[in-house]
């Protein structure tokens, strides 16, 4: 079983927007974890998007997406969002949501991941 399952990538146009969902199919997420999304582009690696810590707290913005994605929770459900605006051809990845327990922007930190959804954006 995916301890992390994404949903909610497209082909969009730029400027458009997206939403994508992070749910833990393990069930709870404790109030210890950090939730990240990082996205893969082709022929490039992986790279820290953003995070936040599930106990509360300021979010964490890579700077290419910062003041147009936001990342949010949900706790009733364990799920993270990360709401994507203004969408940018540059944006176009796989993007992965990850489960850790230190506020990291390096993937390496992070143990759980989901198996990733694409988001293409077309200018």
């Known amino acids: 079983q995916v301890p992390l399952v994404e949903s909610g990538g497209g082909s969009v146009q730029a400027g458009d927007s997206l939403r994508l969902a992070c749910a833990s199919a393990?069930?709870?997420?404790?109030?210890?974890?950090?939730m990240a999304w990082f996205r893969h582009a082709p022929g490039k690696e992986r790279e820290f998007v953003a995070l936040?810590?599930?106990?509360?707290?300021?979010?964490l913005y890579a700077d290419s997406v910062k003041g147009r994605f936001t990342i949010s929770k949900d706790s009733a459900i364990n799920t993270v969002y990360l709401d994507m605006n203004s969408l940018e051809r540059e944006d176009t990845a796989i993007y992965y949501c990850?489960?850790?327990?230190?506020?990291?922007?390096?993937?390496?930190?992070?143990?759980?991941w989901g198996q990733g959804t694409q988001v293409t954006v077309a200018s």
């Open positions: 936040l810590r599930w106990r509360g707290g300021s979010p």
């Open positions: 393990s069930g709870r997420i404790y109030t210890s974890s950090v």
């Open positions: 990850a489960r850790g327990s230190q506020d990291a922007t390096d993937r390496r930190e992070y143990t759980c």
